[in-house]
């Protein structure tokens, strides 16, 4: 079926703000801006929450544990806004679950919760095996009070609800700016909107060097596995198995999966570059093998070897911090380096207040940070 408003954009005259890309990013800031009255249109090259998508799969971890109090400001500031979803939506986003936090990083992680007054407790080893014998610590930990599994799916369906008009299976092919709107070439035609959000998470890195903005973001492809329990009632299963996050070189992690016996782990960073494109799908034979690795060593109550696994793309930054910033009348919002989802809602409003003429982030501690320009100041 021709879609007539791509076709004839005169016949709908310019949007408010056109996004690319219907990941958290997009959807979350189409959402606040649709709220807000504007007139949005997301473009989706596939559907939501498909294979290709960093956004896509059962679940997330929200955390308020970072090594960096403006971090931990932001996640805090997160956590409001899923209450708020939660709240307007009706359903369930968010499913609390104590996290353990480990390793040599966890004195830095401590000390940014205390700076940021956020709540975290270091349990002693004997405190830890005693009271979450299902991760096998074997040291101190600290214990994170605020944590949560997020539905990522069901997320995606609440935020696409309200984010105005999506249309999928739409490719931006190009954009430019000629100062006074913006014009986004699809095969179907052009479409111009007074402002664009570029939230096309890996594939944003392309839409931009045309325009000369370097985005140096490189996208890699991870693999998680989920856990079955060898038996109920042990202290293993999601009512008794936390949150795990640890801290080392390798920076394995684990939640329970929502309304499932199983449990999730994952490596971070841990999958090879890929072309975002062409991504291979089919399990990983050596990341496999990392993967029940770490099960042996830290879940006592389930099965090493991973009953399924899936692969999903990591969007990175050189240094894992975000891209949120204005260049003209495009706001970029990418580079979430595999920890942007429990600050979507968050982002969301951020890049609305981009699109809609704030000249920079809410908090001070940030702003520079997330600027696109950083990294050609540090070369
Ligand atoms: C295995 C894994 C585990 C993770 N765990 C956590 C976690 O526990 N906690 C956490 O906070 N975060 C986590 N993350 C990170 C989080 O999921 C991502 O940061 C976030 O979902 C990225 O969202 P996005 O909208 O930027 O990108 P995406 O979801 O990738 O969305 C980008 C969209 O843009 C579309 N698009 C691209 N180019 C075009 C174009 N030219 N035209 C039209 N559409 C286009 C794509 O099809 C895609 O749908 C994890 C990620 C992975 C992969």
Redesign the pocket.
């Known amino acids: 079926m021709v879609n007539l408003a791509v076709v004839c954009p005169v016949m709908t005259g310019a949007r408010d703000v056109a996004i690319?890309?219907?990941?958290?990013?997009?959807?979350a800031a189409a959402r606040v801006l649709t709220a807000r009255g504007r007139d949005v249109v997301v473009?989706?090259?596939?559907h939501?929450?498909?294979a290709?998508?960093?956004?896509?799969?059962s679940?997330?971890?929200?955390?308020l544990g970072y090594p960096d109090p403006g971090y931990v400001a932001a996640a805090r500031r997160a956590g409001e806004l899923w209450r708020d979803l939660e709240a307007e939506s009706g359903r369930q986003l968010r499913w609390p679950t104590p996290q353990l936090t480990f390793g040599p990083g966890v004195g830095d992680v401590q000390r940014a919760l205390q700076a940021a007054g956020a709540p975290g407790e270091l349990l002693p080893a004997a405190a830890v095996a005693a009271r979450f014998p299902a991760v096998r610590v074997g040291g101190p930990a600290l214990l994170e009070p605020e944590s949560a599994v997020?539905a990522?799916d069901l997320t995606l369906e609440v935020v696409a609800a309200r984010a105005g008009e999506i249309r999928t299976g739409?490719?931006?092919?190009g954009l430019a700016d000629d100062g006074r709107q913006v014009t986004l070439h699809?095969a179907a035609g052009p479409l111009t909107a007074r402002t664009a959000i570029v939230?096309?998470?890996?594939?944003?890195r392309?839409?931009f060097a045309p325009l000369g903005v370097s985005v140096p973001t490189t996208p890699t492809l991870?693999?998680?596995g989920y856990l079955t329990p060898i038996a109920t009632g042990q202290g293993s299963g999601p009512g008794g198995t936390p949150i795990f996050i640890c801290h080392d070189d390798q920076a394995p992690?684990g939640?329970p999966v929502p309304g499932s016996p199983l449990y999730k782990i994952?490596i971070h960073t841990s999958g090879r570059g890929t072309d975002?494109d062409a991504q291979d799908q089919s399990p990983d034979r050596e990341l496999l093998g990392r993967l029940s690795r770490v099960a042996a060593r830290l879940l006592p109550g389930y099965d090493p070897e991973p009953t399924a696994t899936?692969r999903?793309?990591?969007?990175n930054t050189p240094d894992e911090d975000f891209i949120v910033d204005r260049i003209g009348n495009v706001v970029i919002?990418?580079g979430?380096?595999?920890?942007?989802?429990?600050?979507?809602p968050l982002l969301g409003e951020w890049l609305a207040d981009l699109a809609t003429g704030a000249t920079h982030l809410p908090d001070p501690r940030l702003r520079g940070r997330f600027a696109v320009g950083r990294f050609a100041s540090r070369a």
């Open positions: 690319v890309g219907a990941g958290l990013l997009g959807l473009l989706e090259q596939a939501i929450g498909h290709g998508a960093g956004s896509k799969g679940c997330r971890i929200f955390r997020l990522a739409v490719r931006v092919l699809t939230t096309a998470g890996p594939w944003s392309g839409l991870e693999q998680v992690y939640l994952g975002p899936e999903c793309v990591y969007d919002g990418c979430t380096s595999g920890h942007g989802f429990k600050f979507g």
